[in-house]
């Protein structure tokens, strides 16, 4: 499977302010995804990365808020805009197929905290 | 729309016991894949098992097993001969062919030695 880095693992950040997650994957894939995990919650689908064109968004997810970019198929980032303590969660990129048989692999996550 | 539904928070097993884990999923489609994530403390989460709806056969990957009822839309996840590295928070997670996971709420897996 593909080894994906995701940078920072971790950061806290003051409200207001905004932060670029990068994600770098050892393979060239067609789609990335972005999730995000609230504290004690489970994942949920931001958007959807397609190299060439824009990311679709998940309904309650707008890009102003969290606009990315999908330069190349290795790699893709994530801003989290005008931050405010409700941003606070771990944001996970992954990598897959359209299809289930080719499964999502994740990256380790970024641990995002906004005082 | 799709939705994922796992009833137990959270788990206890003792270690080299067996435990299984419940889900369920509600869809109109025929083709989809399911699968089970795990997500120790490091937040990594990790591929346990995959299960394609058109396969009667359950899917089987050493000590991780699955019970897969198309029917009653059930997808439960067996861990026998359980290990302390067992322990961690467990999602099961549906997708079509679009490629979109939809996870369920997670339940908590501890294992006592």
């Known amino acids: 499977s593909a080894v994906i880095s995701q940078k920072p693992s971790r950061d806290i950040c003051q409200r207001g302010t905004s932060l670029t997650i990068q994600c770098q994957v050892d393979s060239q894939v067609t789609m990335m995804f972005w999730y995000r995990q609230q504290p004690g919650q489970s994942l949920t689908l931001i958007a959807t990365?397609?190299?060439?064109?824009?990311?679709?968004?998940e309904s309650g997810f707008v890009i102003d808020k969290f606009p990315i970019s999908r330069p190349n198929l290795t790699f893709s980032t994530l801003t989290v805009s005008n931050m405010s303590p409700e941003d606070s969660s771990i944001y996970l990129c992954?990598?897959?197929?359209?299809?289930?048989?080719?499964?999502?692999?994740f990256g380790d996550g970024t641990r995002l905290s906004i005082l | 729309a799709q939705t994922v539904t796992q009833s137990q928070p959270e788990m206890s097993v003792q270690e080299a016991e067996t435990v299984t884990l419940s889900c369920t999923y509600d869809?109109?489609?025929?083709?989809?894949?399911l699968f089970w994530y795990k997500q120790p403390p490091s937040r990594q989460m990790i591929l346990v098992i995959r299960q394609e709806a058109y396969k009667q056969q359950n899917a089987t990957e050493n000590r991780f097993s699955v019970n897969f009822q198309k029917a009653a839309k059930s997808f439960s996840l067996k861990i026998s001969d359980s290990q302390l590295g067992d322990a961690a928070m467990y999602f099961c997670a549906y997708t079509n062919q679009g490629g979109k996971l939809i996870f369920g709420q997670g339940t908590e897996l501890s294992v006592k030695p």
């Open positions: 992954s990598v897959g197929g359209t299809g289930g048989n080719q499964p999502q692999h």
């Open positions: 990365a397609n190299q060439g064109s824009e990311a679709t968004y």
């Open positions: 869809t109109s489609e025929s083709d989809y894949y």
